[in-house]
């Protein structure tokens, strides 16, 4: 049985009152039965999740399944121990106290020593007998090894002792590793410190069961298991465990010990998050969870259509200077598609341009155009013609029966599901052609050029600070010496200056001293002030004195001056490094190749977001039920209901931080476009019904008057 978080896991029980016609989910690998499916998707994914660890081997990180299969080849392999050895295995094995790392060193320490190669010992050679090695003797004066050998027969009677010299001890080497030896104790046991065997298996081999002496105070049986009996510890061995209080050690094989204390609660270890999201539970430190708003679900198209809605106006959108087709809306989209009174240009232009594509790829579809001798102009009137031949070669029999209805001219009157599955249709043979793959793998090549270019820019600005940071502490260690050397001639000079009444001045970058008379006390005032502040500067003290240079400013407003220019130059390269980073982010986008999903929350839903539209997606986990979030109030909502603690839910909110700025933008656009469009709806209605505009100038019938500026001629 695999163990989860290095524990025994254990598995649902079968629905009370299961019906024998009643349907029901079963987990193929554990048989496990469930009557919901929800109940039954949590555990596939939680079975699915690489937290499990095979019991008999110690590897971790596996799945349920994984772990299963390591544990049935791990026990194949167990099983081929050899039989002569298994008694003396288990017997040293049962009720051992030892690490499991030590204890697979004693053990194979001891079937070493009963290792021989036939019974052939000082020549003698017996069929009825074979000898056991019951202890080494080493004689401390010489260093010489001794054994005392048992005879046994065929029944594991003693028939004879004997001592013999270690050198015609013939040996043979074990037939199995110490990794092997682990896993072989594994799975002979139930638990650890003390290992104790399987019932049946200790049953099988005559290894007796009764607890040893020293642990019969310490452990007793309950529900036929091994448990520690619960001892009251006296006050000094409270404090002294309180003190050394460690976490439990890991035994060789990174197992635990499996010790269960009467009456004790199990100790749990501390969570590592972020885990999956389902094994989540609320905790008291947890911070306060925004409710998370419910989706609008408003949508003109029936429900099931929304998906193949999204995908085909995204394919549109983001392709449109491939299929010369000119962005329109997601709204305008929609509406074109409910709209039932005669063929709309927005519904015919994107026809058009996804068949004139098939043609220019010069596949299936162009030789079924050219065998019916045709013009390859698709034009607003021919346009169905080329329609009803690319249905008749897709030769779906759900698509086929609209052909009738076509050909007729009533492409209009089909419903939301016929024309949005044509679409479909359409985008999935498109994808296919060479055009569209050579213009993907141009892309791709574009975008990994570009992030090439942009490594090799962050490189080359690590080492630049590399180097700076080199240099600034290479200055820091000479200016250091400096100030040593520069504080004992400053001491030396000073004890000159005030004995002899020499002055130090300095003239063209030479240092000459000059003893001088003091002719007033003025002059002399001003020679003994001005030493002591040329030494400071020396020294690299700061002495706020106006000391005059050629362009008459002091020294102070210079170093200002050049601080200033400093942080104007920093500023500046940071903001080129920042306008830089957004431009590669700018042309890695025009590169567009597909539309991923935001992430996922703790139930599965998917969140998209398409630059064109200000909404935000949700998708069901089953993909059946569709919504959107379209204001600020309700993103900040979302962001805030998020557990960071789940591994779906972290990585969703880390995008929907990363494009929070853009997201917000377009909802702006939304709103603003919305604004107008019910202000001038207003407007319409306020007017006589004698200038009352025409429907086509109404904005809700915006989709009426698309026009494709990208066709070709």
């Known amino acids: 049985m695999p163990l989860f978080k290095r524990k025994t896991f254990p598995l649902a029980e079968p629905p009370n009152d299961l019906q024998p016609h009643e349907l029901v989910y079963q987990v193929r690998f554990t048989d496990e039965i469930f009557r919901g499916y929800d109940e039954y998707l949590n555990r596939i994914n939680l079975y699915r999740q690489r937290v499990w660890m095979c ?64 019974a052939e010992i000082y020549g003698r050679k017996d069929d009825d007998m074979y000898p056991c090695i019951v202890s080494k003797i080493i004689e401390d004066d010489v260093g010489k090894i001794e054994y005392e050998v048992a005879w046994l027969d065929k029944n594991k009677e003693v028939i004879e002792t004997s001592v013999i010299n270690g050198e015609d001890v013939i040996q043979k080497k074990l037939p199995f590793s110490r990794k092997f030896l682990k896993s072989f104790i594994r799975e002979s046991t139930y638990r650890s410190a003390p290992w104790v065997l399987h019932d049946k298996l200790a049953q099988s081999y005559g290894i007796s069961k009764n607890v040893p002496e020293n642990l019969r105070s310490k452990v007793s049986f309950k529900d036929g298991l091994l448990v ?18 460690k976490r439990k ?17 199990p100790v749990e270890e ?79 232009e994107t026809h058009s341009a996804l068949l004139r594509l098939l043609i220019k790829d010069n596949g299936e579809y162009f030789s079924a155009v050219r065998e019916r001798n045709r013009k390859l102009k698709i034009t607003l009137i021919t346009w169905t013609e080329f329609l009803c031949n690319c249905l008749e070669m897709i030769n779906i029999p759900e698509l086929c029966a609209y052909i009738a209805t076509i050909k007729r001219g009533h492409y209009g ?8 599955g044509i679409f479909r249709e359409l985008v999935n043979h498109a994808l296919e052609t060479n055009i569209f793959r050579e213009k993907l793998d141009k892309f791709v090549e574009q975008r990994q050029a570009l992030g090439a270019t942009r490594r090799e820019e962050a490189l080359e600005e690590a080492r630049k600070k590399r180097k700076e940071k080199e240099r600034l502490r290479a200055e820091c260690d000479v200016d250091q010496v400096m100030d040593l050397e520069s504080k004992g001639s400053a001491s030396e000079n000073g004890n000159h200056i ?5 002055m130090v001045k ?60 400093d942080d104007r130059k920093e500023v500046i390269g940071r903001s080129s490094k920042e306008r830089r980073r957004e431009y590669y982010e700018r042309e890695i986008e025009k590169r567009f190749i597909r539309t991923n999903s935001l992430g996922k929350d703790r139930n599965h839903n998917r969140y998209w977001w398409f630059q064109r539209d200000g909404r935000i997606f949700v998708e069901s986990s089953d993909s059946k039920q569709w919504g959107y979030y379209s204001s600020k109030e309700e993103l900040y909502l979302l962001t805030g209901s998020l557990n ?27 709103s603003k476009d919305l604004a107008q469009r019910v202000a001038l709806e207003e407007a319409v209605l306020r007017r006589s019904s004698r200038v009352r505009a025409p429907p086509r100038k109404n904005p809700a019938n915006a989709f009426l008057e698309y026009i494709n500026k990208w066709k070709e001629d």
């Open 249 to 265: 050690k890991v035994d060789g094989s990174g197992t635990e010990s499996n010790i269960v204390e009467e009456g004790d609660e």
């Open 644 to 670: 960071c603690k789940g591994e779906r839910e972290r990585a969703l909110k880390k995008q929907l931080e990363k494009f929070s700025s853009r997201i917000c933008l377009e909802i702006e656009k939304r």
């Open 506 to 565: 300095k003239r063209n970058g030479e240092i000459q001293s000059s003893k001088q008379d003091s002719a007033s006390e003025k002059s002399g005032s001003k020679q003994v002030d001005a030493a002591p502040k040329k030494m400071a500067r020396k020294q690299k003290v700061e002495v706020k004195a106006p000391t005059p240079n050629g362009n008459g400013k002091d020294l102070s407003e210079k170093e200002a001056l050049e601080r200033s220019r």
């Open 498 to 502: 005030r004995q002899n009444g020499d």
């Open 413 to 420: 009157l089909l419903d939301a599901h016929a024309k949005l």
């Open 270 to 348: 501390p969570i590592k998050y972020p885990i999956d999201d389902l094994l989540v539970q609320p905790d008291a430190d947890d911070p306060v969870f925004t409710d998370r708003p419910s989706p609008s679900r408003d949508f003109n198209v029936p429900m099931e259509c929304v998906g193949d809605l999204l995908m085909v106006w995204d394919f549109c959108s983001s392709f449109g200077r491939l299929l010369h087709l000119w962005p329109f809306s997601l709204e305008d989209f929609e509406n074109a598609i409910c709209h039932k009174k005669g063929n709309l240009v927005l519904l015919v």
């Open 55 to 118: 019991k008999v081997s110690g590897k971790t990180n596996l799945t349920y399944e994984e772990a299963l299969l390591s544990e049935e080849r791990a026990t194949e392999k167990v099983h081929q121990f050899p039989k002569s050895l298994m008694e003396p295995a288990l017997q040293i094995i049962q009720y051992s106290m030892l690490s499991l790392k030590d204890l697979s060193d004693m053990v194979a320490e001891k079937l070493q020593e009963m290792l021989y190669v036939g």
């Open 228 to 245: 520690c009996n619960k001892r009251r510890k006296n006050g000094e061995e409270a404090k002294h465990d309180f003190e050394n209080c």
